[in-house]
């Protein structure tokens, strides 16, 4: 529901696509009266995954970005699929992805990546005592690459840049594994 500062006016499809549909509000700003058209992305809440191998090794993989075009380090995940859990969704998008099968999973919480634009949650799931469990079953558009870090090493690949997809630093911050640098 809008902030009583806004009354919605008109809404209207721009576009529909398979996970993402694209709308176009209209609003007219109350204290003003100005009026103006505002692009809204609508689609389903996804799980990113802070996997821990068995032997403290955080898991990370490599896949191209077709937004930057660009290939980009980040944390297993995925779109949850209806009738999953987040928890569920991280489990399967992290055997997918990597291979690896968690010996548990939990909810560390959920963020909002974009609310000027998009109505989308993630959810940030913790999967520890990780042990590879066979090969990948990419997507047929993914080829991703699996990379293990230390724990202690990744604080330095967020501080140095290697490590610069936003939602996979906010993810690990989630987890309550970032030390910021003194400034």
């Known amino acids: 529901m809008p902030h009583r500062s806004w009354t919605l006016l008109e809404s209207h499809c721009l576009r529909q696509y398979k996970f993402i549909r694209i709308r176009e509000d209209r609003y007219r700003f109350e204290p003003t009266g100005a009026e103006g058209d505002f692009v809204v992305c609508e689609s389903p809440d996804w799980a990113l995954v802070v996997a821990i191998t068995v032997d403290r090794q955080m898991i990370f993989v490599h896949q191209y970005r077709h937004g930057i075009g660009q290939v980009t380090l980040e944390v297993p995940g995925g779109v949850i699929d209806p009738g999953e859990s987040p928890e569920q969704a991280a489990a399967r998008e992290l055997q997918e992805e990597t291979g690896y099968r968690a010996g548990q999973v939990r909810h560390l919480g959920r963020l909002m990546p974009n609310p000027a634009l ?66």
């Open 118 to 183: 998009n109505t989308a949650h993630c959810h940030v799931v913790l999967a520890e005592e990780c042990r590879l469990s066979g090969p990948q079953q990419p997507d047929p558009f993914e080829r991703i690459d699996v990379e293990l870090h230390p724990l202690e090493e990744v604080p330095e690949m967020i501080h140095s840049g290697r490590l610069s997809h936003a939602l996979a630093i906010a993810a690990i911050a989630r987890f309550g594994r970032v030390e910021l640098p003194d400034m």
